[in-house]
């Protein structure tokens, strides 16, 4: 037990020095280009029809055909999941906020008004 | 003969913690490169501590097998043999190749190593992030034939620590080659980043252990390549960053299969990960298909 304390602090401190002077990769705010090439790394095989950024620039959903193609910060990389369409544009945002229901995780879009689905996804 | 007198991978871990550090350092003042995100460190050093309790939860039962296989063995090898080392070096070395190759290419057994792939990060803490369920797994059971042959079940263990901490320094971005005959005989950081690659051209491939030349025999074996960087993680990577998650969630889908359609129960067990019976989720063969197509589209 007492191992395995010790093991626990050194742990702690060992992500206590990542925090400090770990240097985590830049993921700036998406804009149009970015959201592309992402879609295009994420969802080769698709051919999104529309693409939406959210209002903070930390994820999109683009639409393509019946699928909502969905993409979130996780730390500093991009998780992708995809959607039946329907799941998605039936959404209400609430307070400038979108959560959406994948498997295991909701991710949570800024929109900039409670307007949904936006007018580059309708 | 049947208790190893030391652990190279407890006698590691001073080494481990300080090789992050300058890890880190380095990454910090751009001098290699060194990405590290702190919940994503935190979850593979949590992972590396858990594995080692899972271990001692395990430990006996293993032990227990490998010591009743030891009585039942053919020869007696001696440990102080040189040849024998020679021997359990380049057969243990061989056994881990399989051993990894279904852990990537088998369903149950991807669920128990998945976890040490779901960083999307590549650096030492990375090595660190280690199976909790390798003893239910039983890929542990690969092992036993080397006991059954002769090999000591402390000489297996401790060449299995070896390879064990061999294999921590190759998980790194900030060696990008080594010389062109290290490359050619050793597993190593370039190997290895192909291996935790999720590019569809990098899946299922470099499965060595210290030596990369089992990936070349059995034709496994692809090169990094500069035009494309290695982009780590899963196919499908996380989408939180729960510990627990990482270390079941496979485990429970595979559950949620088999409940789901019980008579495809072998397929969703034993096919490779991503096996459906209609074909509509995609394996490792199916998005290199598809990567191959679109190469040949131009």
Same mark, same amino acid.
């Given at each position: ?29 998406? =804009?149009?280009?970015? %959201? !592309?090439?992402? +879609? *295009? &790394?994420?969802? @080769? #095989?698709? $051919? /999104? ?40 544009? =039936?959404?209400?945002? %609430? !307070?400038?906020? +979108? *959560? &959406?229901?994948? @498997? #295991?995780? $909701? /991710? ?15 | ?61 293993v032990f227990a097998t490998t010591v009743w296989v030891w009585n039942h063995r053919i020869f007696t090898i001696p ?25 990537h290419e088998r369903r149950i057994w991807w669920a128990s190593h998945v976890n040490h792939h779901t960083s999307t ?39 299995k620590g070896i390879s064990l901490v061999y294999q921590f320094w190759i998980h790194t971005e900030a060696i990008k ?122």
């Amino acid at each position: 037990m007492i191992q395995l304390g010790g093991s626990l602090v050194a742990v702690a401190l060992l992500v206590a020095f990542t925090a400090w002077l770990g240097v985590a990769r830049p993921t700036p705010p998406l =804009d149009a280009d970015a %959201a !592309k090439a992402l +879609l *295009a &790394v994420e969802f @080769p #095989d698709h $051919r /999104p029809d529309a693409i939406w950024i959210a209002a903070d620039g930390a994820g999109m959903i683009a639409r393509a055909g019946t699928l909502a193609l969905v993409l979130w910060r996780r730390g500093d990389g991009y998780v992708a999941r995809d959607l039946p369409w329907s799941a998605v544009a =039936d959404l209400k945002p %609430a !307070k400038g906020r +979108l *959560a &959406v229901r994948v @498997p #295991d995780a $909701r /991710p949570v879009f800024a929109v900039a008004d409670d307007a949904w689905p936006p007018r580059e996804l309708a | 003969m049947l208790k190893a007198p030391f652990d190279p991978v407890q006698l590691a871990i001073p080494f481990f913690v300080l090789a992050i550090i300058l890890e880190i350092l380095l990454g910090r003042f751009g001098k290699a490169k060194a990405n590290y995100e702190p919940r994503d460190t935190a979850m593979s050093l949590s992972m590396g501590l858990g594995s080692t309790v899972a271990g001692v939860l395990f430990g006996g039962v293993v032990f227990a097998t490998t010591v009743w296989v030891w009585n039942h063995r053919i020869f007696t090898i001696p440990m102080t043999a040189v040849w024998a080392w020679v021997a359990v070096f380049l057969l243990e070395d061989l056994t881990y190749y399989w051993f990894h190759r279904i852990a990537h290419e088998r369903r149950i057994w991807w669920a128990s190593h998945v976890n040490h792939h779901t960083s999307t990060h590549y650096n030492l803490s990375t090595a660190l992030r280690q199976t909790w369920t390798g003893g239910v797994a039983g890929t542990w059971l690969l092992w036993l034939p080397l006991s059954f042959v002769g090999f000591p079940p402390a000489m297996v263990a401790i060449q299995k620590g070896i390879s064990l901490v061999y294999q921590f320094w190759i998980h790194t971005e900030a060696i990008k080659r080594m010389p062109r005959w290290f490359e050619a005989v050793f597993n190593t950081p370039s190997h290895h980043r192909v291996h935790h690659a999720r590019n569809a051209r990098y899946l299922d491939a470099n499965y060595a252990g210290i030596l990369i030349i089992w990936d070349r025999m059995f034709g496994t074996f692809i090169p990094e390549v500069d035009e494309e960087p290695c982009r780590y993680g899963t196919v499908k990577n996380l989408g939180n960053f729960n510990l627990f998650h990482n270390v079941f969630h496979e485990w429970i889908g595979i559950a949620k299969d088999v409940a789901g359609s019980p008579r495809h129960a072998l397929g969703y067990i034993f096919g490779p990960p991503g096996w459906s019976p209609d074909g509509s989720r995609d394996t490792s063969d199916t998005l290199k298909a598809k990567w191959r197509a679109r190469v040949e589209e131009g």
